[in-house]
């Protein structure tokens, strides 16, 4: 069975400012890279639990997507009773930890 994917507002803003840092209404190759990010989100639909958990705290887990040096952390929590995902968080990942109490 699916999961719903439920786009927190704080990685809307992160999407939204990785959107403006990258350019990507200007360019083709950004805009693609991009989509690519945001799909990968979607994709948490089937099989959530099949990434790492974070180092930041057990219950969160963190897709990667991009290839160094651009890659980025999908930062989620899975609510199994609810069937459902919350992408939390969507950052540089080469960032440092983040204090998990504000992400939650």
Do not use: C
């Not at 200007?26 to 690519?36: F, H, K, L, P, V």
Request: hydrophobic fraction near 35%; charge should be positive; charged fraction near 30%.
């Amino acid at each position: 069975m699916a999961y719903v994917v439920r786009i927190t507002p704080r990685a809307r803003r992160d999407l939204a400012n990785l959107f403006k840092e990258i350019h990507a209404g200007e360019s083709e190759t950004a805009w693609t890279w991009y989509q690519g990010l945001k799909d990968a989100a979607l994709t948490l639909e089937r099989l959530p639990g099949r990434s790492a958990a974070t180092p930041e705290n057990a219950r969160l887990r963190h897709l990667l997507y991009g290839r160094k040096p651009h890659s980025y952390r999908i930062i989620y929590r899975v609510l199994e009773k609810e069937k459902q995902v919350n992408v939390l968080h969507i950052r540089h990942g080469a960032r440092q930890r983040f204090k998990s109490p504000g992400i939650e």
